[in-house]
């Protein structure tokens, strides 16, 4: 259930390799994720990240930053994959076993 006041109250998380930055963060309604972002600081916190270019979404779910949160959201930052899991499967794979049948 959504509260009455004016007020939402959100999550901004950025997953790290070893954990999470996580910021708990007061907007007023009709604020968006960029909103959130620049409101919890985090920018200041990784300052070797350059946030414009990574994802963002909501509980899971990419979205746009310009997408209106809810009370009790949880708006994500996603890290760009080092190595593409595709790429990542295939060298787990023993050498001699191919897909191809090769």
Do not use: W
Request: glycine fraction near 10%.
């Amino acid at each position: 259930m959504e509260r009455a006041d004016p007020l939402l109250l959100v999550e901004v998380v950025y997953a790290l390799a070893d954990g999470q930055a996580l910021y708990n963060v007061t907007l007023p309604r009709g604020s968006t994720i960029q909103d959130a972002l620049e409101r919890s600081g985090i920018m200041r916190h990784f300052p070797g990240v350059d946030f414009s270019t990574c994802k963002v979404g909501v509980f899971g779910k990419v979205r746009s930053r310009d997408t209106v949160l809810s009370d009790g959201d949880r708006a994500e930052i996603y890290r760009s994959l080092l190595v593409d899991s595709k790429d990542a499967r295939y060298a787990r794979v023993p050498s001699g076993k191919r897909r191809d049948g090769g």
